[in-house]
């Protein structure tokens, strides 16, 4: 079923490039920004089109029945582009919680078209602001507290919140538009939104209970993570190459300064780190198609998600200063990969944070 | 005028906290971004009719005369109060350059001008095709009668689009056989016909900096500063300061403040990794601290800097920015957002001083440039 043969693998890469070229490349994520933050519609239906949001669902269910390396390839190419189309969180979290726990839900093909988009709500805020406990409630078809951090929220037609039912969790569904739920907007670097929802006694469908709710979402995390992972690694790979273009082109004390040693070193380096971070994400992708235990997969994802936020970093604002002053504008595209790679390091946990999850589940694993 | 000088640093040190504590604006402190004139102008206001505008000028022409080890507690007190510089590139740049340079007529004219911010400067060196090799500069003026005639382009002027004035490196003699060569340094106003002004957008979405074009723009020829075809000297005498400016330790202290407090309300000290690394941020700024105390020694005896000065730059800046990133770290899933921040009973800019702490390492002779300087000038390495 999983399919990470080379050849597809290659051809996936070739057309979603295309795909993204044609529709504009990172001028059409300017062009968003500007016009307020959110995606376009159309192209989440274009990429819809192209089998691009059932990437991994089953062929049953209406999706392509790939694995996560074929994700991966995808969410490499929305990296180099910048698009703010919600793919990897479509693919990731939402379908990944919806085709583990209810894939026949009619949901699940308006997922996969691109018709609707739904965000997933899942972490709460605790005491000075950081993640704590969650004590949103769902009872009796109804939604009652407040989420953080909703990646997507603006522009979602509903929610898939996880709140805490009865006797333990719940995954429910809610519509942006009903009764007594509210979205606070908390804009991120990039000019994307987050949300803050909060509901009163809001009207829900519930899709799943129990300890099944809590296995799908922390499967469902590892999977989104990995795939950030992935499209950190396309975002440097393009910061990487934009900033090779301007070195060589950009002329200071008669020659381009790409001639300076210092420079080209630099660059090397950065050019190696891109190649490390590329190699180590593509292996935990595929390795995670074939890897079942929910802590291998976790580990692997942070192992991935380390990785990659911290070759952007270094890539992305290394890029900034080896173009100067030009770098610090709006107007040049790369201070564009430094914002978007800020959003995507902090979500989902950054490289320290990771590599304590890495330490951590290696030790459970040893302990086991 | 109080002689300063006098005082025990102690007493100086208490003087000079009472005045911001008790005057500077509340909703002034710590600004988060640039201010324009306006914005400050009362603080400016206040400052003038304490004759405080300018503590590193000597005080015949209006500055309050403070000796090396005065001038470092004054700084230290405004960034510990959150003082915000102002508008301060007459005071700090151009300002010293015509006490030096200047002659007896432009003393009079241009500084008291100065500390009322009457005139208020920009700084135009940097153009297109002239950052790290500013001595390739293109921008023209010709002598016509009474005037010099400018045309070309400055850019990266930071706040010109809320300047009066605008000092600048010119070609004077494009015929002269060394690029460093027939450049000379002249003040200009901005309002004028041939001076056009494009604000640029940062990456921070802010408009901090500018484009200035000059088409046939005019000034008087007695706004030269110093000897035609010298600019250069001049210019690079400011650099070094500049240098010494850059390389203070308060931008690096005052991120390592809101990182510390920013980090206890969000209970990150739990974390003993995240510990280590504070540890080692706020390490690096004590010792460099203590490095710069050796530099500030040398010029409280009266002595010139070198080029080993370009080590502070060096090592602060690249320090501030581990600070402002290990803030972000500390936001967590927060730590992307440009939307204010509440945390306990303030509310935080997450990323204005990671925003702020980037182009540290570019302006003021990029870190490269420093490094270049150093290996060469104190290292002896051939080259
Ligand atoms: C926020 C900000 C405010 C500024 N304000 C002002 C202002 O008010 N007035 C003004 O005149 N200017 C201002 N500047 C301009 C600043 O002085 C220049 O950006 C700086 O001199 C670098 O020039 P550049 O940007 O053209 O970069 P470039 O010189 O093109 O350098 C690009 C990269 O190449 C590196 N490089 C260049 N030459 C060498 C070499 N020989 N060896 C190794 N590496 C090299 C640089 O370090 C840099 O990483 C400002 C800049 C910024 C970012």
Redesign the pocket.
């Known amino acids: 079923m999983l399919s990470s043969d080379q050849d597809d693998l290659r051809l996936l890469r070739e057309s979603a490039r295309t795909l993204f070229e044609r529709a504009g490349g990172s001028g059409r994520a300017r062009k968003l920004r500007d016009a307020g933050g959110t995606w376009d519609p159309e192209m989440v239906r274009e990429l819809a089109a192209a089998g691009v949001l059932g990437v991994t669902v089953p062929e049953v269910n209406g999706g392509l029945g790939m694995g996560l390396a074929a994700a991966g390839v995808i969410a490499e190419e929305v990296g180099r582009v910048l698009a703010p189309e919600p793919v990897v969180m479509t693919v990731g979290l939402s379908l990944g919680l919806l085709r583990r726990l209810c894939p026949d839900h009619p949901r699940v093909a308006q997922l996969i078209s691109g018709d609707t988009v739904l965000a997933v709500a899942w972490q709460e805020r605790g005491a000075g602001g950081a993640p704590g406990d969650a004590a949103c409630r769902y009872a009796d078809g109804k939604l009652t507290g407040s989420k953080a951090w909703v990646v997507g929220a603006p522009g979602s037609q509903g929610f898939l919140v996880v709140a805490e039912g009865a006797d333990g969790p719940v995954l429910a569904l809610t519509e942006a538009t009903a009764n007594g739920c509210s979205v606070d907007q908390r804009v991120q670097a990039d000019g994307s939104a987050m949300g803050e929802l909060s509901f009163s006694a809001t009207p829900a469908e519930e899709l799943a209970r129990g300890n099944a709710v809590t296995e799908a979402l922390s499967d469902a995390i590892s999977d989104t993570t990995a795939l950030a992972a992935a499209e950190l690694v396309g975002l440097s790979d393009r910061a990487f190459e934009i900033t090779l273009d301007y070195?060589k082109t950009?002329e200071?004390?008669d020659k381009p300064?790409g001639s300076?040693q210092?420079?080209q070193h630099r660059a090397v380096d950065l050019n190696v780190m891109r190649e490390v971070a590329q190699a180590g994400v593509r292996e935990v992708l595929a390795r995670m198609d074939c890897e079942t235990d929910p802590g291998v997969r976790k580990r692997l994802a942070s192992r991935a998600k380390a990785r990659a936020v911290t070759a952007a970093k270094k890539i992305t604002r290394d890029a900034v200063?080896?173009?100067?002053?030009?770098g610090?504008t709006d107007e040049f595209d790369i201070g564009l990969y430094l914002n978007r790679a800020l959003v995507l390091s902090a979500w989902l946990g950054d490289d320290a944070y990771h590599r304590r999850m890495w330490f951590k589940a290696r030790e459970q694993e040893g302990a086991a | 005028m109080a002689d300063w000088n006098t005082m025990s640093d102690a007493e100086f040190r208490k003087e000079v906290r009472r005045f911001f504590e008790t005057e500077y604006p509340e909703e002034l402190r710590h600004l988060p971004h640039r201010p324009k004139f306006a914005e400050v102008e009362h603080w400016h206001r206040k400052l003038h009719a304490r004759g405080w505008v300018a503590p590193a000028w000597p005080a015949e022409y209006g500055g309050m005369g403070l000796n090396a080890a005065k001038l470092l507690i004054f700084y230290e007190e405004q960034q510990r109060w959150g003082v915000n510089r102002g508008r301060d590139?007459g005071v700090q740049m151009v300002g010293p350059l015509i006490i030096k340079f200047g002659t007896r007529q432009q003393k009079d004219y241009w500084l008291p001008r100065i500390l009322s911010c009457e005139d208020i400067w920009?700084?135009?060196?940097?153009e297109p095709g002239?950052?790290?090799?500013?001595a390739s500069l293109r921008t023209r003026a010709d002598i016509d009668g009474d005037d010099f005639v400018i045309n070309g382009q400055?850019?990266?002027?930071?706040?010109?689009h809320d300047a009066t004035h605008i000092f600048m490196l010119v070609r004077t003699d494009p015929g002269a056989p060394k690029k460093q060569q027939g450049i000379s340094f002249v003040l200009a106003p901005m309002d004028q016909p041939g001076v056009e002004v494009r604000p640029i957008r940062?990456l921070a979405g802010e408009t901090?900096?500018c484009e200035v074009f000059f088409d046939n723009a005019r000034t008087p020829c007695e706004n030269l500063v110093g000897e035609l075809n010298k600019g250069w000297t001049m210019a690079k005498a400011l650099l070094s300061f500049e240098r010494i400016f850059i390389g203070s330790p308060s931008l690096a202290q005052n991120a390592l403040g809101q990182l510390e407090s920013f980090a206890r309300c969000r209970g990150a000290f739990d974390d003993p990794v995240f510990c280590d690394r504070f540890a080692q941020a706020a390490l690096d700024v004590e010792d460099h601290a203590a490095l710069y105390a050796r530099f500030a020694d040398q010029l409280k005896r009266g002595e010139t800097l070198g080029a080993d000065v370009s080590m502070l730059k060096i090592w602060v800046t690249e320090c501030f920015q581990r600070i402002t990133e290990l803030r972000i770290e500390a936001a967590g899933p927060d730590g992307a957002t440009i939307s204010p921040l509440q945390v306990g009973n303030v509310s935080v800019d997450i990323l204005a001083s990671f925003y702020k702490a980037r182009?540290t390492t570019?302006?003021?002779?990029?870190?490269?440039?420093q490094r270049?300087i150093l290996s060469k000038a104190v290292l002896g390495l051939p080259g």
């Open positions: 070195i950009r200071q004390f300064i300076f210092v420079l200063q080896l173009h100067g002053a030009v610090y | 590139m920009c700084q135009g060196y940097s002239a950052g790290s090799d500013l400055k850019t990266w002027t930071t706040m010109a940062t901090e900096f182009p570019i302006y003021g002779g990029s870190n490269e440039i270049n």
